[in-house]
């Protein structure tokens, strides 16, 4: 059975990030959602109260191994035991390969990748224990295809789901369901449904928390259905 216990959701925002905050919310976990700005999370914090959950909004660089000791060491504190995490934040820059800065294309990498590291890394201390938990990663198109000018994006989502591919392979075995999401297609929402509405990713995430170990997905494409692959 899915661990139930506080959910940790890194890489949070007014879209995808703060949707998931609020499904795993709605789902009776108590949520800790971690921003470099905090304070902007207030309004979020309070539409998850509102609707009779739990939040606590943390300052966190994810790409600072102590913060994100911090983080999960005051979630934890504040709101119980970590049962899922969720790594939804991200690095890019869009230039073509001759006019990325060295330091540009590291930042990418620190904040798509390495952050994911470092969050993936204290979830599963912290889950190992317990022998359950819940990994989740946020993927991107170019986790699959690298296009022209998103080489300094690209690199970081392909670490991300090797990552996450590797932690699923070596965790699993012990309780602890690792996922990673190929998010092939633009974010929001229309009428017509061409773009992948935020609600209906953050659904698919929770679901696959809930999954029977019997029949766990480790990767899972999200795309539009008048999307071309």
């Known amino acids: 059975m899915a661990e139930q216990g506080s959910c940790v959701v890194v890489g949070v925002g007014p879209g995808l990030g703060g949707t998931v905050a609020k499904r795993f919310a709605a789902g009776g976990h108590a949520v800790a959602m971690a921003s470099r700005n905090p304070e902007r999370l207030a309004p979020l914090v309070a539409e998850i109260e509102q609707a009779g959950g739990t939040a606590k909004a943390y300052r966190a660089d994810a790409t600072a191994e102590d913060d994100v000791v911090a983080l999960f060491e005051a979630a934890e504190r504040d709101l119980g035991p970590a049962g899922v995490a969720v790594f939804n934040a991200s690095g890019r820059v869009r230039k073509p390969i001759t006019d990325i800065e060295a330091q540009e294309f590291i930042d990418a990498w620190m904040r798509g990748c390495f952050g994911g590291f470092l969050v993936g890394r204290e979830a599963a201390r912290r889950m190992q224990p317990r022998k359950a938990g819940t990994i989740l990663f946020t993927g991107a198109t170019a986790s699959m295809k690298a296009f022209p000018l998103s080489a300094g994006f690209a690199v970081a989502k392909y670490g991300l789901r090797a990552l996450a591919e590797s932690m699923a392979r070596a965790l699993q075995p012990e309780g602890i369901h690792v996922a990673h999401f190929v998010i092939d297609g633009a974010i929001g929402s229309d009428a017509g449904n061409a773009r992948l509405d935020p609600e209906a ?7 696959t928390h809930l999954q029977h170990p019997s029949a766990w997905s ?12």
């Open 201 to 207: 990713i953050a659904e698919t995430y929770y679901q």
């Open 218 to 229: 480790s990767s899972v494409e999200l795309r539009p259905w008048v999307e071309s692959f």
